[in-house]
């Protein structure tokens, strides 16, 4: 089992920044693939973001490349997904989601992530 807690959400302004962080407890985090995702209401979850298990990949949907950068400190068991440049349609739960080494998938699809924290609200205003 690993356990995922998500803070860093809140109310930023449209243009401001946040930082995600996602502390991991249980299981070794180094074996584990990293994934961000997010669901506004009334919509389906999507991929946001996923970095390899040492950090040297990163991944992105188009809606963030260039504006959210995401990283990982395995000594902290933690990974971070900042955001900057936020805009009205970056609001949303976000969730981070952990990915076994020891299978095969796409980091792109939530179906392929083996645990899920409980997620952090995102809110963007004017």
């Known amino acids: 089992q690993v356990q995922l807690v998500e803070s860093g959400g809140g109310l930023v302004q449209a243009g401001g920044s946040l930082r995600l962080s996602c502390a991991a407890s249980?299981?070794?985090?180094?074996?584990?693939?990293m994934g961000w995702f997010r669901q506004a209401p009334g919509k389906e979850r999507e991929f946001v973001a996923a970095?390899?298990?040492?950090?040297?990949?990163?991944y992105y949907a188009d809606s963030v490349k260039g504006r959210f950068t995401i990283s990982r400190d395995n000594a902290k068991n933690t990974v971070y997904l900042q955001m900057n440049s936020l805009k009205f349609e970056d609001a949303a739960v976000y969730y981070c989601?952990?990915?076994?080494?020891?299978?095969?998938?796409?980091?792109?699809?939530?179906?392929?992530?083996?645990?899920w924290g409980q997620g952090t609200q995102v809110t963007v205003s004017s």
């Open positions: 970095i390899s298990w040492s950090g040297g990949r990163t």
């Open positions: 249980g299981r070794t985090f180094s074996n584990y693939a």
């Open positions: 989601a952990a990915f076994s080494n020891l299978k095969s998938g796409s980091y792109y699809y939530s179906e392929y992530y083996d645990y």
